[in-house]
């Protein structure tokens, strides 16, 4: 792509949020992080995001929620779901719902930026 993506992550541990955002942006991504479900979701609705990487356990709103957000308001929207709690059924849901990968905490920032990148030229291949 021959924009930036932008990115969206959503987590309510705040150190996660401001690691990843901080390393993603060295990799020139543009990256917009929430603690907050609510909040994630209110600015679903009003921005386009390329790539949303969202934590499955959360206080009120759940990763499960913004999955299914995210795909409704644009369907091309890359979805990653991390979590610390790596059942099949929950995985199983996840991909159900439309997530592009599930990825069990804790994590290596290279595994992710994989990811990422994948998500990236699934993107770029939809567009030719």
């Known amino acids: 792509m021959t924009d930036k993506l932008r990115l969206m992550i959503v987590d309510d541990e705040p150190i996660v949020g401001k690691r990843l955002k901080r390393l993603l942006e060295k990799e020139g991504y543009r990256v917009e992080t ?6 994630a979701i209110e600015e ?8 949303v990487i969202t934590d499955l356990k959360m206080d009120h709103v759940d990763g499960i929620m913004i999955l299914e ?3 409704h308001k644009n ?3 890359k979805v990653i779901v991390i979590t610390g709690f790596g059942k099949k059924e929950t995985s199983a849901e996840a991909f159900k ?3 592009f990968d599930f990825i069990i905490k804790p994590f290596k920032f290279e595994e992710l930026l994989q990811v990422i990148k994948k998500a990236g030229i699934s993107l770029e291949e939809g567009l030719l």
């Open 34 to 39: 929430f603690t907050d479900g609510f909040t």
């Open 44 to 51: 679903l609705t009003k921005k386009k995001y390329d790539i």
């Open 69 to 71: 957000t995210a795909k």
């Open 75 to 77: 369907p091309d929207v």
């Open 97 to 99: 719902k439309g997530a």
